[in-house]
């Protein structure tokens, strides 16, 4: 089996995707990812698609390698440069320091934080078998960052985060960036953010999903099991009584043609309804893993023992009732879609995020965190 060869195909597949650009494609052909995930066969670990690698006592995972697409997305947003000193939060296999490792050359230095000790022994024989010497992995809470090895050029979050921790923004460089898988009411978003007078904004933000983080940064948003297998998941952005959702999606369901002749993908649909679902309707949801006849994640409502999801079926968009009560919330969720349609579909592409340290009034969107307030906006 040609191992470099199908790097090489790997990266190509990337680039048709997305325009990766020549230093994290040379990272990713020389990073050998295989090496991080030693139990998985080499052909898969090629493949652009996350690998689970640890689970909690609920079967919920919580360490992986990720998408190699994102990983490539997001290593263009952090903009790491040759002598950088760059932070990262969440080590999981390593995979994702070494190219950290690779991106920042034989002159910067790569810290790498993990809450669980496994985890952090598994990245370090990982990343010593790659031979990558200027990678530190430290068993910590990700919250506190690292202050013996601040300042910092770069942060970037392999783990969803619910807010800015005030350590990260302290042990960055003034000039410094950070990019995060930051939660905006229970839609995640890769926001890369440098500093503007006294606040922090974004110089770019695209779609993404990632593990939250835990520990003492931990936000309020829910993971639920539906099932195990096939996997189906499903996330609340906060706590919430809810039935019995794995007998509902099992349910037939009622179907409402939201609009004929659909273009694009239901992955796209699912963001932007996302983002408008998350400041209209308290009742939202997304659920990820088998659906119908693929694997996939999606938006929708879940009331009880109902839930309704949107779904992209033979160029139609619709939404999907299932369980008691199915049809009522279908009915909401084409309604939501009809009205983002009739504010012209506004989407992560669109967004602009702003992270102050105190309050702020008179804005539109106003998201409340532990430590900072944001302000989104569209244009």
Known sequence: MDLTARRRAMVAALRERHAVSEPVAEAMLAVPRHLFVPGVDPEHAYRDQPIVTKRDAAGLPVSSSSQPLIMAVMLDQLGVEPGHRVLEIGAGTGYNAALLAHLTGPGGHVVSLDIDADTVEQARRHLSAAGCAQVEVVCADGAGGHPAGAPYDRLIATVGVWDLEPAWLDQLRPEGRLVVPLD?????????????????????????????????????????????EPY??????????????????????????????????VYDLHVGVSLWLAVHEPRWCTVAGKLGRGYGGTAGIVEGDAVALLALEDGA???RGHGPGGDRLAADLAAHVRAWDAAGRPGVGDLRVEAHRGLVRGRPVVIEKRHTTLVLSFG
């Not at 983080?213 to 099932?227: D, F, I, S």
């Not at 189906?232 to 952005?237: G, I, K, R, T």
């Not at 706590?239 to 509902?248: K, L, T, W």
């Open 232 to 265: 189906l998941s499903l996330v609340l952005p906060t706590e919430r009584e809810i039935g019995d959702v794995a007998a509902a999606i099992d349910a037939e369901p009622r179907v409402i043609v939201v609009r004929e002749e659909e273009h694009g993908s």
């Open 184 to 228: 905006l009411r229970g839609v995640q978003v890769s926001a890369a953010m440098e500093r503007a007078d006294d606040h922090w904004v974004s110089r770019s933000v695209t779609p993404c999903g990632f593990m939250r983080m835990r520990g003492a940064a931990a936000g309020p948003e829910v993971v639920k099991m539906v099932r195990e």
């Open 317 to 319: 968009l619709l939404a």
